[in-house]
Antibody
Framework: EVQLVESGGGSVQPGRSLRLSCITS????????MSWVRQAPGKGLEWVGL??????????EYAASVKDRFSISRDDSKNIAYLQMNSLKTEDTAVYYC?????????????WGQGTLVTVSS | SYVLTQPPSVSLAPGETAKITCGGD??????VHWYQQKPGQAPVLVMY???DRPSGIPERFSGSNSGNTATLTISRVEAVDEADYYC????????????FGGGTKLTVL
């Protein structure tokens, strides 16, 4: 059974940093692209970024809204994906979902974690 | 950046057919994916590559994509289908980014 479990969320002041982890099981982690998607309270879904597997050079893409502040990484030996969030802003407040992406040609998200809430507030 | 437009809400009675649209400039040239999200839950993929259903998704769900509109069709709507629905594409142009529509709230009266 495929499982994605996020952790690391919490309350943080603007300008501070937070690192989210996504612990996975039930599939060959290294074969998949992993994406992060967020959802602000009462709002829609927003793609944050992705990291491809070794086969595709572990290349990374970011949404314009987080580029230069967020970074995504992965540890294939531990089956974990990470989202490092720096210089956090109040508008980064959201539930952050870790997702599995099965497609190289048209990224989409076939499995989702339960999400972890990040609140940025002074 | 690429923009996807969805109607904010769709309401219909049980047994009717729901057509949830997703508009975008030449969206027919993209592959569209659809997600269902119920309150307090993570989204679930209900359609991928325009018209492929993941295992476990009822045959009542179907998808199409042509021109400037992609459509998720739910036949014989049931109360359990009440949820928010989001379309999504991958913009492989200059942005290289995932793009979601704003979401459509499906209400089963």
């Amino acid at each position: 059974e495929v499982q994605l479990v996020e952790s690391g969320g919490g309350s943080v002041q603007p300008g501070r940093s937070l690192r989210l982890s996504c612990i996975t099981s039930g599939f060959t982690f290294g074969d998949y692209t992993m994406s992060w998607v967020r959802q602000a309270p009462g709002k829609g879904l927003e793609w944050v970024g992705l990291i491809r597997g070794k086969t595709y050079g572990e290349t990374i893409e970011y949404a314009a809204s987080v580029k230069d502040r967020f970074s995504i990484s992965r540890d294939d030996s531990k089956n974990i994906a990470y989202l490092q969030m720096n210089s956090l802003k109040t508008e980064d407040t959201a539930v952050y979902y870790c997702t599995r992406d099965p497609s190289r040609s048209s990224p989409h998200f076939d499995y989702w974690g339960q999400g972890t809430l990040v609140t940025v507030s002074s | 950046s690429y923009v996807l437009t969805q109607p904010p809400s769709v309401s219909l009675a049980p047994g009717e057919t729901a057509k949830i649209t997703c508009g975008g400039d030449n969206i027919g040239g993209y592959t569209v994916h659809w997600y269902q999200q119920k309150p307090g839950q993570a989204p679930v993929l209900v359609m991928y590559f325009d018209s492929d259903r993941p295992s476990g998704i009822p045959e009542r769900f179907s998808g199409s994509n042509s021109g400037n509109t992609a459509t998720l069709t739910i036949s014989r709507v049931e109360a359990v289908d009440e949820a928010d629905y989001y379309c999504q594409v991958w913009d492989s142009g200059s942005d290289h980014a995932g793009v979601f529509g704003g979401g459509t709230k499906l209400t089963v009266l």
